[in-house]
């Protein structure tokens, strides 16, 4: 693991690649949280506008799907980073440390192949859909600007999945 600094504050900072994964998850998460706010208040909006004076705001479904996956895709790296994946540790409860450790740095490693080809896929599909100017019906949003954030969220959670993996084998190789 990086090293841990205490600043004058008496809070810790993790230096080196740990420390910057960590702040570019963060960043992500944080992120992805403005947006469900933006789109929170933009229901809000639309369904206060339809109750009260009869008129939606345009578009407003087609932005909540943007929205929501956009907000899920910039949260799963956090969520993986801070280990909030949910796991079924049915059969592995009363496992050896060193088993538990290798089956842990397995699925890390998993988890970084399948996201390292989405965000590949991502970025085929944004290159094909900018290509094509597929648009959204009501607002005709380029409907590859909902995968910009896409690519880099899933790139992301491959490298921190292959961190973990990393830092799991290498637990497994101390014991």
């Known amino acids: 693991m990086a090293d841990v600094l205490v600043s004058d504050t008496g809070r810790t900072t993790k230096e ?13 998460a944080v992120a992805g ?8 208040f933009m229901s809000l909006a639309s369904i206060a506008g339809r109750t009260l004076f009869d008129k939606a705001l345009l578009g407003d ?17 956090y969520c993986h980073w801070v280990g909030g994946h949910v796991i079924v ?10 088993t538990n450790g290798l089956l842990d740095g397995i699925s890390n490693a998993l988890l970084s ?3 390292a080809i989405m965000a590949w896929r ?12 597929d648009a959204s019906m009501l607002l005709n949003i380029p409907t590859w600007w909902g995968y910009v954030p896409l690519v ?3 790139a992301l959670l491959a490298v921190t ?3 973990q993996a990393v830092q799991n084998f290498k637990k497994v190789g101390a014991a």
């Open 16 to 28: 080196g690649l740990e420390g910057t994964l960590e702040r570019l998850c963060k960043f992500l």
């Open 152 to 154: 880099p969220s899933f």
């Open 61 to 77: 479904y087609e932005l909540v799907q943007i929205f929501s996956a956009v907000a899920v895709g910039m949260t799963l790296p």
């Open 113 to 115: 192949l399948v996201s």
């Open 161 to 163: 999945g292959l961190f």
């Open 122 to 133: 991502l970025t085929v599909g944004l290159i094909d859909l900018r290509g094509s100017e």
């Open 33 to 40: 949280g403005v947006t469900l706010t933006v789109m929170a």
């Open 89 to 98: 540790d049915f059969f592995t409860a009363n496992a050896k440390p060193s």
